[in-house]
Each structure stands twice: as structure tokens, then as C-alpha cells.
């Protein structure tokens, strides 16, 4: 079978052959003319076959590779079932289904398929398709789906607020396990897939450390971290959100698994300042899970300022020994970023500050050794003193 080539500049193949899955278009000698979503080959400039990979001509990244065998590739239905069936294999080994029915299935350049993501929610299969080459393989995708999965309703969620369409069956709300709790979703309203299923691990560690605790959970969204926290014995969550639909959704699914509990109180009032006016150790434990402050290199100075004005605030409110759970999703603040704000914070609060825990993205989200940027979620779990 043949492709349209991409012939890399001399001494441009190394990021290729070291297996990172995105082509800038700076790399590029010459390239055969091809459309959006075609599928290329990627050549050195002595001719060798790299990689393979989709092509969008409009993108800073020319060619997003799925395939880095340096051989004339033939693609057919079962290359990417093949593809589909590796990451199934992998959640299998990793993820409890008996008590967990979210999980992700596929993360992208994680699973070697960049442009796709899918959350599965029980029969729920939310579906991101972020290349006009991957959207070329809803089909295969949505039968590996219901006949491999199981799923009965495949939800394609679109970005930049673009509405989105249900590939098979109509499921809007449904609910999940997650370690044994029970969680409502909406894929078709939800922000990305419905549910932020990345945080799995460190809303059970939460639990783990909420006994006896007053728990606030700030920029809650769905209320993960409050049903872990009053899983875990807290003695009081308030889950804190400036959308008031987050809210609502939050105590729905508090209310879920403990439906007579007078313990949680949601608050739907703007975050920053809720830290700015709270009251010197009204809590114990205190979590940070913003939305992504950085979605470009442009704005990582105002997400920096930001992301360090909420951290300030929680340390110098919360109680002496207490504990305080902070993230940032924005893909473009690196880990070692992160930590150095949180360090200009804990100065300026000039308060004693531990690291107790470096957090991630859970087991279903793996990462590309080859591809850093795929560790996007970093976290700090931080003990407060005096």
C-alpha cells in the first residue's frame, strides 16, 4: 500500500526515531500532497521509513504517528482492533471491574491511537475524536465498542463547544461504579467525557486520610473527592464550585451513596473568593482541583499567578497539621513548575510545609515514555504546620 510521503530535513529524524508521536511542521524537507486525516509515511531524508501517521496540513503538528515500524504498513480493520484490543488488554490487568465500571479505555498517544479518548461509563461509551483521521474509524471503533465492551450507547463529544451526537443508542445520564461508590454522569452536558476518571487514585487517597476531618473540596465539579472524604469518616465536606449545575451534581452523587447524611453542605459561589474570605482553620483537609488554568505556552504566566494565589490562600487557612491536596491539570506547567509555585506560596505564607506524596493520573491514563507531554496531571499531597 502507498502514502503520500513526508521527507524529513537532514538531522530532523531524531525526535521520529526516538518514537515521540508528533511531527512539527519544522521537520518537514518536503511532503506529497495529501488531505486532512490522510495517512502519510514518514522518510528521513535518505529515504528510510520512520513512521507512519495522520496528516492535518492547518496543524503546528503537521503529523500525529500511531505506527513507528520502518516498513511499508498495510492498514486494514483488524491493524486497529489489534490497536483497540492492546489497550482493553491493558485496563484489564489494571483496573477492578467487579467494583470500578468507569474507566478510560483509550488515552490517546498514551495507547499509540493520538486523537482518540474513550471513557466508559457502564454501557456508556464516551468518545472523543481529536484528528480528521481517527474520525475516519468511528465505525471500527464503535463495533470493537458494543461487540468487544459491551457498550449500548456510544456518545461522540465534540470540542469548542460544538454539539455532539450519539453514534448508537441514547444514554444521556447514567451512573457507574467507582471503587465501589456509585457516581451520576452526563456525557452529553458534562465538561470533556462527563467525569474526571483521571483522579481515581488520589480521590481514594483522600479517603484514606479523611477521618474525623472538616473536608473542603474546592473547584468540586461532580463531588468525587466529598463522596471519598465522607467514605473515609469526615466529619464534615463542603464541595465548592461556581457552577451551580456542579453543585447540584456533586450532592446528587454524595446523595447516591449516603442519601440520609447531613454531613455535606455544596456551596456554588466563585472559589478564589471563597480561599480569599474563609476563616483561619475552618478546615482540616483542604483540596485543589482547578480546571486547567494554561492551555497554551501564551498563558502560563497568568495560570502560574493564578494557580499560586489559590495554594497561598489554603495555606495560610487551613488548620496546623493539616493536610492539603493540590493539582493542576494544565498540560504546558511541568511538575517541576508546579512545585516551585507552591514553594513561592508556602514562603510567602510563611508556614512549615511537607510534601508527603507526589500524585498522578491513574493506571487507565498511561503515559508514552516517548511522549512526556502526556503527563499532564500533576499533584502534591502537603502536611501543614505551624
Known sequence: ?????????????????????????????????????????????????????????????????????????????????????????LRKQ?????????????????????????????????????TAGMERLSEVLCDFLTKEIGCQHVFLKKEDKEEGRWLIGEKAQTEFLENGLRFAVDVVQGQK????????????????????????????????????????????????????????????NVKLNFPETTLHKPVAEDCFRYLKEMPKDAFDCIILDPPAFSKSLATVK???????????????????????????????????????IIFGAAADAQREVKILAHLSQGTDHPISIYHPEGDYLKGLMLWVGK
Not at 486523537?115 to 481529536?130: C, P
Not at 489554603?314 to 496546623?320: L, R, S, V
Request: charged fraction near 25%.
Open 94 to 130: 489494571t483496573i477492578d471491574r467487579q467494583h470500578t465500571t468507569g474507566f478510560r479505555l483509550i488515552h490517546a498517544e498514551g495507547d499509540e491511537l493520538p486523537g482518540i479518548v474513550v471513557d466508559i461509563y457502564a454501557d456508556v461509551a464516551s468518545v472523543q475524536l481529536r
Open 1 to 89: 500500500m502507498t502514502y503520500p510521503i513526508i521527507t524529513l530535513k537532514k538531522g530532523k529524524d531524531r525526535a521520529v526515531t526516538l518514537r515521540h508521536p508528533w511531527l512539527f511542521s519544522g521537520a518537514i524537507e518536503k511532503a506529497d500532497k495529501a488531505q486532512e486525516g490522510d495517512v502519510v509515511q514518514i522518510r528521513n531524508i535518505e529515504g528510510k521509513i520512520l513512521a507512519h501517521g495522520h496528516y492535518a496540513p492547518q496543524s503546528q503538528i503537521r503529523v500525529k504517528m500511531f505506527d513507528f515500524l520502518p516498513e511499508n504498513l498495510v492498514l486494514s480493520n483488524d491493524y486497529w482492533q489489534a490497536k483497540l484490543q492492546a489497550a482493553w488488554t
Open 193 to 252: 467525557t462527563g467525569f474526571f476518571l483521571d483522579q481515581r487514585n488520589n480521590r481514594a487517597m483522600v479517603g484514606n486520610f479523611a477521618k474525623g476531618k472538616t473536608v473542603l473540596n474546592a473547584f468540586s465539579y461532580t463531588g468525587g473527592f466529598s463522596a471519598y472524604a465522607l467514605a473515609g469518616g469526615a466529619k464534615e465536606v463542603v464541595s465548592l464550585d461556581i457552577s451551580k449545575s456542579a453543585v447540584e451534581m456533586s450532592d446528587k
Open 302 to 340: 497568568n495560570a502560574t499567578r493564578g494557580y499560586k494565589e489559590i495554594n497561598l490562600k489554603a495555606i495560610q487557612k487551613i488548620k496546623t497539621d493539616g493536610l492539603l491536596f493540590t493539582f493542576s491539570c494544565s498540560q504546558h506547567i511541568s511538575t517541576d513548575l508546579f512545585q516551585k
